[in-house]
Nanobody, 126 residues
């Protein structure tokens, strides 16, 4: 059974940085996709960044140039480095995984993922 556990959230001032981590267990796929999503109160869940097993990445326009997704296969861990944070980045952040290599255009679509973590809160103050 796949389990995802996010960590690294917290409160930071605008312009600051955070690094989120997502550790996967029960995960033995050779071909896979992983993504970071976020959901603010009263808003729909939106894709932030995604990566496939071959390293293909995708980013939402709102975070391009500020966020970087990466993975450490030896540690079964997915990361999201978030720099130049803005108040509008405030949300619950979730990681997700799917046991297939998605086309980049699908990496940020939450309906394509079957496995989700519980989330970690990120709060950015102005």
């Amino acid at each position: 059974q796949v389990q995802l556990v996010e960590s690294g959230g917290g409160s930071v001032q605008a312009g600051g940085s955070l690094r989120l981590s997502c550790t996967a267990s029960g995960f033995t796929y050779i071909y896979y996709s992983m993504g970071w999503f976020r959901q603010a109160p009263g808003k729909e869940r939106e894709g932030v960044a995604g990566i496939t097993s071959d390293g293909t990445t995708a980013y939402a326009d709102s975070v391009k140039g500020r966020f970087t997704i990466s993975q450490d296969n030896a540690k079964n861990t997915l990361y999201l480095q978030m720099n130049s944070l803005k108040p509008e980045d405030t949300a619950m952040y979730y990681c997700a995984t799917e046991d297939r290599r998605l086309h980049p255009s699908w990496l940020l679509v939450h309906g394509t993922y079957n496995y989700w973590g519980q989330g970690t809160q990120v709060t950015v103050s102005s």
